[in-house]
T-cell receptor, first 114, second 116 residues
Framework: AQTVTQSQPEMSVQEAETVTLSCTYD???????LFWYKQPPSRQMILVIR??????QNATENRFSVNFQKAAKSFSLKISDSQLGDAAMYFC???????????FGQGTRLTINP | EAGVAQSPRYKIIEKRQSVAFWCNPI?????LYWYQQILGQGPKLLIQ????????DSQLPKDRFSAERLKGVDSTLKIQPAKLEDSAVYLC??????????????FGAGSRLTVL
């Protein structure tokens, strides 16, 4: 079974600075999808960014970008120009090709210091 | 478009009582999921529906948890009898179905259960 590991329970960053959240996963599959979800205190999960494993180019969405290292099974999230609204729990998630369910990591709580 | 609706948002019960949670997915989303999120942990899939059929319920404690999705739209998750360890946020999510699995899940705000 696939597993997702987020080794940083908590991270903090100064407003306007850059922070990187780590994620590693274990799989024997070659085709899959990786996601970062944000969960603010209101508890509604919001998709931040998605990466297809067959794509070598790293995904970007405005201030959010990923560093996808397929051989190392690593999928980190970089948040540039951090804003107070970025404070939340961030979850890394994995989905197999053709499967429908997401497998989540344990989460990283991100604090933004003004 | 309207999001995934869940109710109630909060519920406090005593152990051995029963509770039910309701979810209304985004219109047209064939796939519906119930996840359990214990405090400090990532969500864990309890059950997945494709229309009104069950696709995956391998992690559903079937001796006390049940779920149904009548007519392939709304869904209800029930716990009877509740245990202390059932205290968690129950998240409902829905998605369009694609063969590749590239579709994105949209989550509801969750139902927080406290069992005393």
């Amino acid at each position: 079974a696939q597993t997702v590991t987020q080794s940083q329970p908590e991270m903090s960053v100064q407003e306007a600075e850059t922070v990187t959240l780590s994620c590693t996963y274990d799989t024997s599959e070659s085709d899959y999808y990786l996601f970062w979800y944000k969960q603010p205190p209101s508890r509604q999960m919001i998709l931040v960014i998605r990466q297809e494993a067959y794509k070598q180019q790293n995904a970007t969405e405005n201030r959010f970008s990923v560093n996808f290292q397929k051989a190392a099974k690593s999928f980190s999230l970089k948040i540039s120009d951090s804003q107070l609204g970025d404070a939340a729990m961030y979850f890394c998630a994995y989905r197999s090709q053709g499967a429908q369910k997401l497998v989540f990591g344990q989460g990283t709580r991100l604090t933004i210091n003004p | 478009e309207a999001g995934v609706a869940q109710s109630p948002r909060y519920k406090i019960i005593e152990k051995r009582q029963s509770v039910a949670f309701w979810c209304n997915p985004i219109s047209g989303h064939a796939t519906l999921y119930w996840y359990q999120q214990i405090l400090g942990q990532g969500p864990k899939l309890l059950i997945q529906f494709q229309n009104n059929g069950v696709v995956d319920d391998s992690q559903l404690p079937k001796d006390r948890f049940s779920a149904e999705r009548l007519k392939g739209v709304d869904s209800t998750l029930k716990i009877q009898p509740a245990k202390l360890e059932d205290s968690a946020v129950y998240l409902c999510a829905s998605s369009l179905w694609t063969a590749s699995g590239a579709n994105v899940l949209t989550f509801g705000a969750g139902s927080r259960l406290t069992v005393l």
